[in-house]
């Protein structure tokens, strides 16, 4: 086996070791997108008897801001035809106040529907939602049509009209940064009028039908931490292929040293674990990656070395380096994670 081949094949050991060191507890796509608990609701009214619904008018509107933003929804239509009921969609952090004449009651329950349906509309269809691709990075995407007040309809009552608050549904990046406030709003009512008073920055507003429902959505964006999401997928992966390719390169020509094989390592073991899409804990930053670093420092002399051994002298440098390694790790990603965190 001549040297190029030899020293072609210490880099691929270095990489699938990067491959299985990725698959342990400190490196998970959770950790990058933390939203295991998350539930998110639909927000909207339900009809058992749609057709008894006349001039649907739905207005929405955004209280507060940053953490403490609250969706609000006046709702106003007369009902006529036989008594039945509508069910609340989601759950209203807020009393809602009916009037004296309107009947309900509290019970929460997981309605039936072709729910599944918007769900699909939302994360697989074009223009939907903006950022969907960052929910598809998530366990948990997909909104619950959870209904906890049931509400009586009568013609004697004949108009209705009241005003719900819901929380927004978050999306959360590395360390809890909020990505997006998201409201779905359903009904299975035909909707005269929805006036939209959103003036939030970064909002998107759209509506559609499907599966005989209407779907009004509302995201209210961090498009500044969308861009920096964006540009560090593609700086980690451009880097880590780049990284690659050039040592293959050098190897072949033989052109590399140790310090160049050593410094396109080290650039390998943060890109490629987000290349990988995965986030990485406080203890793999501070554990794994240093030792990750003395592996690199090892290998790395390997490929410079005319043959296959290390001396002690080489050991005691890795272990240097691997502490240098400690210590850059330290700065470029520990010290920032405590502002963010």
């Known amino acids: 086996m001549n ?4 020293r072609l094949v210490v880099f691929a050991i270095f990489l699938f070791l990067l491959v299985i060191i990725s698959f342990t507890a400190f490196f998970n796509k959770s950790l990058l997108w933390p939203n295991s608990t998350v539930n998110r609701e639909f927000d909207g009214i339900i009809f058992n008897n749609s057709d008894g619904v006349e001039g649907l008018q739905i207005t929405r509107s955004v209280e507060g801001n940053g953490l ?6 006046d709702i106003k239509f007369n009902y006529t035809g036989e008594d039945s009921t509508a069910r609340i969609l989601g759950t209203p952090v807020r009393q809602i106040f009916f009037g004296d004449d309107v009947t309900y009651s509290k019970s929460k329950v997981n309605l039936k529907g072709d729910f599944d349906k918007i769900n699909s509309s939302l994360f697989e269809e074009k223009m939907k939602l903006k950022v969907k691709d ?4 998530t366990s948990n995407k997909e909104f619950d049509a959870v209904s906890a007040i049931k ?9 209705y009209d009241f005003t719900v608050y819901y929380a927004p549904n978050p999306l959360y990046f590395s360390g809890r940064q909020l990505v997006e406030d998201a409201s779905i709003f359903i009904t299975d009512a035909k909707v005269d009028n929805f006036t939209e008073t959103t003036k939030v920055k970064d909002s998107i507003k759209e509506a559609y039908t499907n599966s005989g429902y209407y779907i009004n959505k509302l995201e209210l964006i961090n498009q500044g931490l969308v861009n920096k999401i964006s540009l560090l997928n593609t700086a980690s992966t451009v880097a880590f292929l780049l990284a690659v390719v050039a040592v293959c ?6 052109r590399g040293n140790f310090f160049i094989y ?8 943060p890109t490629f674990f987000r290349f990988m899409d995965k986030g990485t804990s406080n203890m793999g ?3 794994v990656y240093p030792i990750l670093g003395f592996i690199a420092s090892i ?15 080489d050991i005691k440098q890795s272990v240097a380096f691997g502490l240098i390694y400690f210590v850059i790790c330290n700065i470029l990603f520990m010290i920032p994670r405590v502002f963010i965190g």
Do not use: R
């Open 3 to 6: 040297d190029k081949i030899k």
């Open 68 to 73: 403490k933003k609250l969706i609000k929804y």
């Open 134 to 137: 960052f929910y598809n990075k």
């Open 151 to 159: 509400l009586d309809l009568t013609e004697k009552v004949g108009e």
């Open 249 to 254: 390169a050098l190897i072949w020509f033989e």
């Open 262 to 269: 050593l410094g396109a390592m080290f650039v390998m073991i």
């Open 285 to 287: 930053v501070l554990i």
């Open 299 to 313: 290998f790395a002399k390997l490929m410079d070395n005319k043959e296959l051994k290390l001396g002690a002298n």
